[in-house]
């Protein structure tokens, strides 16, 4: 079970605010890495950080979720509130 705090570099949320798992598609988990924007977890495997750390609802605008629902919608990437470096940035990856 992942951490119950966020893995966002900076982060300030606390433990009440929704965490969501790392997806499982390659590339959209590779740039939740790099928007995470934290060395902790950067040389990790894929099974490491899926199964320990997770990124909160902060991170996501609300058009991420459905209305009326809390979990993210296929494709959704954090854009919100990241670590400074990334928030103007193009990743590739």
């Known amino acids: 079970m992942p ?8 982060c300030p949320s606390g433990r009440n605010v929704r965490k969501h798992y790392f997806p499982k598609n390659d590339l959209e988990f590779r740039i939740w890495v790099k928007r995470a924007g934290n060395d902790k977890i950067i040389n990790l495997s894929k099974e490491e950080i899926t199964k320990k750390y997770a990124i909160c ?3 996501f605008q609300d058009s991420c979720r459905s209305i009326g629902t809390v979990r993210l919608n296929k494709g959704s990437l954090p854009t919100m509130f990241l670590p400074s470096i990334y928030n103007n940035m193009i990743i590739i990856v």
């Open 3 to 10: 951490s119950d705090k966020c893995i966002v570099l900076n």
């Open 57 to 59: 609802t902060l991170h």
